[in-house]
């Protein structure tokens, strides 16, 4: 079996100019930020990001990277509101896809089962389809003939994801409570990068926790702490006090560029 | 019991949001309505789910009875034994709720939250809304953005926007055109200082006090449920 491992920096040099990049987690929970910060100091640019958004969203924003987010909500979850994602919305620096978040995972189902859509009925009636207008309905065939949205496959070129544990062949397994949709986001792209907390020759705990298998993923990257500071329990919980010098720097574009650079390291 | 709070009117007032609800996931969304969903399973409806708002479902005594991760709280939402309490920076008079910008969503002049789940839940099965603050800037003609559908654009079978509880009043939407329609005023509030705090003319009729919590209630509020009392940071005396 093949040995997968990569560092984070050759993971960022698989991504292009222009590449649509998926990233796991959900809010700011078990975010790949080490492959984050990684893209951050690349000199990657124009990126459609896809993502259930956190601070990834927001310093993506930050450096100039994203040329349009996908997205059903951007938080800090302990803190509502991210500045950096606000600030990219608030100048109209970036295009969004703004979704709702069962549309989102309806999409990323759809690219992974190579269908063009899948039918959802979250979205009709609200402003999702107003300000998407690529987005289409479709009418039921049978006897029903409801009207649903065509929720479009969510293609990605990149999956970047967090476990808590790997081997060196790309099984992963998660250990906290939720597993998120990381899986998902591997089966919608083409290249699946999971940095993990710890590689492990051999798993503890229930198969059931084993998310992903290694026909999911392309590269392995241990990274300790490497969700840091969002959550990835059990390993550790989210460091709030990281997370509000983050979300301070952050509001006040004098303090940012001291904070952004100790951040990177 | 006396000296009976605001916030504990309002507690009681999201408790009776799901009388009758029986064997649904409550997903209330803030303290108050949190309280109120505790309240009703601890009362009148003990067949209650309740998520820890992370994946697990926890029994009164908060051991897991369950598990329901994000990925599994989309399929309850498509399947419909849900009953969310949602939050909204702004409602309209036909329930429709903003969370995700003021302004043009081009280029808002206040970013929020997003979408997050609204069209769906809305969609999909019982929406209630809160709100803490009853104001005209929460009450709104129109809405900027429409997240959560109400009743002037609802499609599909199963729509359903049951109340709005706020600091002031409960509304509904029992009327024949679904417009927002005052069902009872909190006690010491008055229906024209509801109608002044609200941008558009409320249906009236029939308008009674939103009824007190009982002993056992106040009880459970106060020495089981919230004895730090941060219901009272949410809704002022």
């Not at chain 1, 969203?57 to 606000?86: E, T």
């Not at chain 1, 190579?114 to 998407?132: E, H, M, Q, T, W």
Request: hydrophobic letters at 40%.
């Amino acid at each position: 079996m093949r040995d997968k491992r990569m560092t984070a920096d050759e993971v960022v040099g698989e991504i292009k100019d222009g590449m649509t990049v998926g990233i796991g987690g959900w809010g700011s929970r078990r975010k790949p930020m080490t492959l984050v910060k990684a893209l951050l100091r690349s000199g990657v640019q124009d990126l459609t990001v896809v993502t259930y958004g956190g601070a990834d969203a927001g310093l993506l924003c930050a450096a100039g990277k994203v040329r349009k987010l996908v997205y059903g909500f951007v938080s800090l979850d302990s803190i509502p509101y991210d500045p950096w994602f606000k600030r990219a919305r608030e100048t109209a620096a970036i295009e969004v896809l703004e979704l709702d978040e069962g549309m989102f995972q309806t999409g990323l189902r759809a690219a992974g089962h190579r269908l063009p859509f899948l039918p959802i009925r979250a979205g009709l009636g609200s402003d999702v389809l107003k300000y998407a207008p690529e987005l289409k309905t479709v009418r039921s065939p049978y006897d029903d003939g409801e009207e649903l949205v065509a929720m479009p496959a969510l293609k990605l070129d990149v999956a970047l994801v967090h476990l808590n544990r790997a081997d060196k062949h790309g099984n992963a397994q998660y250990l906290g409570p939720d597993p998120y949709f990381d899986d998902l986001f591997c089966l919608a792209a083409d290249r699946r990068y999971v940095s993990c907390e710890q590689i492990v020759e051999t798993f503890d705990g229930p198969p059931q926790t084993l998310l992903l298998n290694r026909m999911m993923v392309d590269g392995v990257v241990e990274a300790p702490g490497g969700a840091g500071f969002t959550s990835c329990v059990p390993d550790y919980p989210r460091d709030e006090a990281l997370q509000r010098s983050y979300a301070e720097a952050a509001s006040d574009l004098e303090k940012w560029p001291e904070f952004y650079e100790r951040f990177l390291g | 019991m006396s000296d009976i709070t605001r916030a504990e009117v309002c507690v009681a007032a999201c408790a009776d949001l799901f009388l009758g609800a029986g064997e649904t996931l409550a997903s209330p969304m803030g303290l108050i309505p949190s309280l109120g969903a505790k309240l009703a399973r601890l009362t009148t409806e003990p067949d209650l789910l309740l998520s820890d708002g992370e994946a697990f479902l926890l029994t009164p005594e908060s051991t897991v009875e369950g598990w329901l991760p994000y990925r599994k709280v989309f399929d309850v939402v498509a399947h419909g034994r849900r009953h969310v309490v949602m939050g909204a920076n702004q409602v309209d008079r036909f329930g429709n709720q903003n969370i995700s910008a003021i302004g043009d969503h081009a280029k808002p002049t206040r970013q929020l939250l997003g979408f997050r789940g609204a069209p769906g839940n809305t969609i999909n099965h019982r929406t209630s809304y809160w709100v803490p603050r009853h104001s005209t800037r929460v009450l709104v003609e129109a809405v900027d953005v429409v997240s959560g559908v109400g009743y002037d654009r609802a499609v599909g079978p199963f729509h359903d926007i049951h109340r709005v509880v706020t600091n002031l009043a409960v509304l509904d939407f029992g009327t024949p055109d679904h417009s927002m329609r005052i069902v009872s005023v909190h006690p010491g509030v008055s229906v024209d200082e509801v109608q002044k705090q609200t941008s558009f003319p409320l249906v009236v009729q029939d308008v009674t006090e939103t009824r007190l919590p009982t002993d056992e209630e106040l009880d459970l509020i106060r020495t089981r449920l919230d004895p730090g009392s941060k219901r009272d940071k949410e809704v002022p005396q």
